[in-house]
């Protein structure tokens, strides 16, 4: 018989189960606690569609952007005691973007919109705590790499012709200047009692000045294409330094016939007498010499050495950025309709089509010794409370080994300081400076005037900036896209001794 005060079994069983059951649910919800206001509250603080959020942001005052320099870009100004976006420079535009109250955002002011609202940060573990801060949100300021001074410069040189100039420190992938001409103005576009009108005007304009053509304009490459050629080449082993073709010399008059189909030389003051290697073939810019190479590189090699200089996918970059491609993927050989369209690609023609942002980066992975680095516009970020988040140079893959790399870069001096080079870029060369570079007309349709093109990188020897330069409609390449690209390098160097 059980002793006296001494709990019934049954009832010690309930016990201890209704104790296990509380035990169960409060770690449950100390677990959903937890998760709620740690682990979820950073989505929870960042979540646009939160209204909370979306009164904290109208509240608190965006983070500025700054050129090299600490020169700000967009900024706050009061109007009417009201705290409205102000843009001092529209020449970077097509970088910056906008931020309305009608039209939403873009550009950086898009891609690093929670950034600047201080709803984000990038860095790590700070979101995880931004809920026991006084002040949760505390928007950033963006310090970037654009100087400028040469952005302006780049723009003058365009003037009112459409066109895009991308230059880029070529260790670094840091971006320089990335000009798109026309472009607009996005003082007009936040105006709240003006911007629709002006948005109506800017998307009826036939010269798309809302297109960033720097990144997203996708164009016919010419000469220039070629650089592109002889890295997969060379990568692939089916080319050399002395690689040459026996019957190039002869179908200057002839033509080369691939299937049927003949391959001229454009019109060109020089033509060689006997057949030409790779350096020669470079400096003279040699279509045939060039459409036997492709055909000897063969689709697959082509395709895929492209690929690895970004070709066929966007570019991961701060901003929105077209895919540039060597063929357009449908036919049966390789890609390609047949050789005819391989041949013809290999010197730019054809169906290939880029945009000056990867042209820019073909140049910089030459200049960079075979290492391409990921394009970047943004080197930091800080916060009103002093924390600084960098944003570090990261190489995206090694595309040739250096001794290569060097090769192609020695004929790109041969193709602007050359004794033959000069009467096609000659124009580019900076004085006191050696320059490697490579033109390119890109043939249009019939009664179309070419688009004119330049991409290189100097000092040649030592690489501080690579330039991509395209002139839509510009004629030969030596008429505007050379001198321009010129220019812009000697201004730079001039300022950055």
């Known amino acids: 018989m059980s002793g006296q005060g001494s709990t019934p079994p049954r009832i010690a069983s309930s016990i201890v189960r209704l104790s296990l059951a509380l035990a169960v649910a409060y770690a449950a919800l ?13 989505q929870l603080t960042s979540d646009p569609l939160n209204p909370l959020v979306i009164q904290a942001a109208r509240q608190a005052p965006r983070g500025t952007i700054y050129a090299a320099g600490d020169q700000p870009l967009a900024e706050n100004v009061n109007s009417g005691g009201t705290l409205v976006r102000d843009y001092p420079y529209p020449v970077v535009a097509p970088i910056i973007g906008y931020d309305s109250g009608v039209f939403g955002t873009a550009g950086l002011e898009h891609t690093y919109d929670a950034q600047l609202t201080g709803l984000a940060s990038l860095s790590p573990g700070a979101d995880l705590l931004r809920k026991f801060r006084a002040q949760p949100y505390d928007p950033s300021d963006l310090y970037l790499s654009l100087d400028l001074d040469l952005q302006q410069a780049a723009a003058d040189l365009l003037g009112n012709q459409r066109g895009a100039v991308v230059a880029i420190e070529p260790s670094t992938g840091r971006i320089l200047a990335l000009v798109s001409s026309p472009t607009f103005d996005p003082n007009r576009l ?110 697959t090699n082509l395709v895929d050495w492209a690929a690895r200089l970004g070709f066929g996918a966007a570019i991961p970059f701060d901003l929105p950025t077209s895919p540039s491609q060597v063929t357009s993927g449908t036919g049966p050989f390789g890609g390609f309709r047949d050789q005819v369209e391989l041949a013809n690609a290999a010197y730019g023609q054809a169906q290939v089509l880029v945009t000056p942002l990867q042209m820019a980066l073909v140049a910089a992975t030459i200049a960079n010794g075979g290492v391409l680095m990921h394009p970047k516009l943004v080197d930091e970020l800080r916060t009103s409370d002093g924390s ?67 991409i290189g990188f100097a000092p040649a020897a030592d690489p501080q900036i690579a330039v991509a330069v395209i002139v839509e409609g510009g004629g030969e390449g030596a008429q505007r896209a050379v001198p321009l690209a010129g220019t812009v390098m000697a201004d730079y160097l001039d300022a950055h001794p």
Do not use: C
Request: no cysteine; glycine share 12%; proline share 7%.
């Open 30 to 42: 100390a677990a959903g606690l937890t998760w709620w206001q740690v682990v979820q509250a950073q």
């Open 190 to 299: 936040v105006d709240p009692t003006g911007g629709r009108r002006y948005m109506n005007s800017l998307q009826q304009d036939g010269a798309s000045p809302l297109l960033n053509r720097a990144t997203q304009g996708l164009y016919v490459p010419g000469s220039v294409f070629k650089i592109v050629t002889a890295i997969a080449g060379f990568g692939s082993g089916t080319i050399t330094a002395d690689t040459t073709f026996p019957d190039q010399p002869a179908e200057y008059k002839t033509g080369f016939n691939v299937d049927g189909y003949l391959i001229h030389d454009f019109p060109r003051k020089v033509q060689l007498d006997h057949p030409l290697n790779f350096y020669e073939a470079t400096e003279v810019s040699d279509n045939i010499w060039y459409a036997h190479a492709g055909l000897q590189i063969g689709p």
């Open 388 to 454: 600084v988040t960098s944003l570090a140079p990261s190489a995206w893959r090694t595309v040739l080994p250096p001794d290569e790399a060097d090769t192609i870069a020695q004929a790109m001096v041969q193709a602007v300081e050359g004794r033959y080079g000069r009467v096609f870029a000659g124009g580019a060369r900076v004085p006191g400076v050696q320059v490697a570079g490579k033109s390119g007309t890109a043939e249009l349709a019939p009664g179309q005037a070419p688009h004119s093109w330049f």
